[in-house]
């Protein structure tokens, strides 16, 4: 399968600071990139989705002035979480897809914790 | 009423066992539909996919869909420690890929 990077794997912050996620795709152009967040012993909850070249699409309750998305290249996409506060903490996972139907293949996620 | 619905588990099998996992899904309209592997603090992994009734068989993996039923399931046959895991159920509608919450499994030596 296509390779997804994602960096850092782990961050640990002080609380009102910004963390940047990078998620790269290593071997294929990513059209469309997800963003999810994963609290612990739950399922991935989708956060937002990212087409290269315009403005992310976030799902109800998600804050888009709190989770800045960029999508500025078919192969990078960043999330920014911004003034993060301990209930922030989670494990961060973006995925990408070459197309509308698709597979989609995910990075190797983000543990943020904010202290 | 949740999107894709799974049992949480655990659910136990003895190594060389059959391990039987469901999952259903409330968007009639669904088209495609996945089973992904995660190992605790690492992301999914893609293990099988499945688009038409029926079963598709990869492996030592066999996923079926039932689309009238709303219904995908996924077997794991002779079963080993390795597969010890959270499997989610994932399907896909429009463009978003809905997650159930996970059924864990754990395979005894």
């Known amino acids: 399968g296509a390779v997804v990077s994602q960096h850092p794997s782990r961050v640990i912050c002080k609380s009102g600071t910004s963390v940047k996620i990078e998620c790269r795709s290593l071997?294929?152009?990513?059209?469309?990139m997800f963003w999810y967040r994963q609290f612990p012993k739950q399922s991935l909850m989708l956060m937002a989705t990212?087409?290269?070249?315009?403005?992310?699409?976030?799902e109800q309750g998600v804050e888009k002035d709190k989770f800045l998305i960029n999508h500025a290249s078919l192969t990078l996409s960043t999330l920014t979480v911004t003034s993060a506060h301990p209930e922030d903490s989670s494990f961060y996972i973006c995925?990408?897809?070459?197309?509308?139907?698709?597979?989609?293949?995910f990075g190797q996620g983000t543990r943020l914790t904010v202290v | 009423q949740k999107e894709v619905e799974q049992n949480s588990g655990p659910l136990s099998v003895p190594e060389g066992a059959i391990a039987s996992l469901n999952c259903t899904y409330s968007?009639?309209?669904?088209?495609?539909f996945f089973w992904y592997r995660q190992y605790s603090g690492k992301s999914p992994e893609l293990i099988m996919s499945?688009?038409?009734?029926g079963d598709k068989e990869d492996g030592r993996f066999t996923a079926q869909l039932n689309k009238a039923s709303q219904y995908v399931s996924l077997l794991i046959r002779d079963s080993q420690p390795s597969d010890s895991a959270t499997y989610l159920c994932?399907?896909?509608?429009?463009?978003?890929?809905?997650f159930g919450a996970g059924t864990t499994v754990t395979v005894r030596a």
């Open positions: 499945i688009y038409s009734n």
């Open positions: 968007d009639r309209g669904s088209q495609s």
């Open positions: 071997d294929f152009q990513a059209t469309t």
């Open positions: 994932a399907v896909r509608s429009d463009y978003k890929l809905s």
């Open positions: 995925s990408a897809r070459t197309g509308t139907n698709t597979e989609a293949f």
């Open positions: 990212s087409n290269e070249g315009s403005k992310a699409t976030y």
